[in-house]
């Protein structure tokens, strides 16, 4: 079993659809980000949070500690929003991010 | 103030030949990590280097893989005597201190022929 599962593997949605992106992890960590990765494209580091929510534009990060869950939503989602969306933590003991496999997003117009 | 950058973007070897990945973090940041990601999988960590010294290279193939990040220029990755299952794309993040947001810069595509 992986330590940071997301999921979906796969989604789509219509334009102006309101998305989540959910990810779970098993270890202990210091902080969980998100990150954004566009084909063939470098990636861009969305947000990292160790509580509470966080919002930047359309995007909204969440995490639950106790619960060792976050989501990441976009509201009124647009077709630049495709993307693989990939979560990962900061493991508490050695600090090295660990990664999810990715939730590729594709927002038809 | 540039991003992290790396080059070459794409970089093409016959099985057999030597590949160097460079990096060269965000001004000011002291702290490299190179990640590899294959073919259809996530992204692995491979090593976290300060300046002049490895700090964990826990996620290095025993063989062939060898980092550094000296005091003056970029970090490289060196991959000897590549073979065809090394193809995959390769990212490097900065930080200014040894937590924190990672800085990614675009990926270096290694395709072994």
């Known amino acids: 079993k992986n330590e940071v599962e997301q999921s979906p593997q796969n989604l789509t949605a219509q334009e102006g659809e309101f998305i989540t992106i959910n990810c779970s992890y098993s270890?202990?960590?210091?902080?969980l980000h998100w990150l954004q990765q566009h084909p063939g494209g470098g990636i861009v580091s969305l947000f990292m949070?160790?509580?509470g929510k966080k919002k930047h534009g359309r995007l909204i990060a969440t995490i639950n500690i106790q619960e060792k869950h976050s989501s990441l939503h976009i509201t009124a989602s647009h077709p630049r929003d495709s993307a693989v969306y990939i979560c990962a933590v900061n493991d508490n003991n050695t600090d090295k991010l660990i990664f999810g496999t990715g939730t590729r997003l594709q927002v038809f117009p | 103030n540039a991003g992290v950058m790396q080059n070459p973007r794409h970089l093409v070897r016959r099985r057999g030949q030597e590949a160097r990945l460079r990096c060269s973090p965000m001004k000011g940041h002291s702290h490299v990590y190179w990640y590899r990601q294959l073919p259809e999988e996530g992204l692995k960590f491979m090593v976290y280097?300060?300046?002049?010294?490895?700090?964990?290279e826990s996620g290095m193939p025993k063989e062939r893989f060898s980092a550094e990040f000296p005091k003056e220029g970029p970090s490289i990755l060196r991959i000897q005597q590549v073979v065809r299952g090394d193809s995959a794309a390769y990212f490097c993040?900065?930080?200014?201190?040894?937590?924190?947001?990672?800085?990614f810069g675009p990926g270096t595509r290694l395709t072994v022929l």
């Open positions: 280097l300060q300046k002049e010294n490895i700090i964990d």
């Open positions: 270890v202990g960590i210091s902080a």
């Open positions: 949070l160790s509580s």
């Open positions: 993040a900065s930080s200014p201190q040894g937590t924190g947001t990672r800085f």
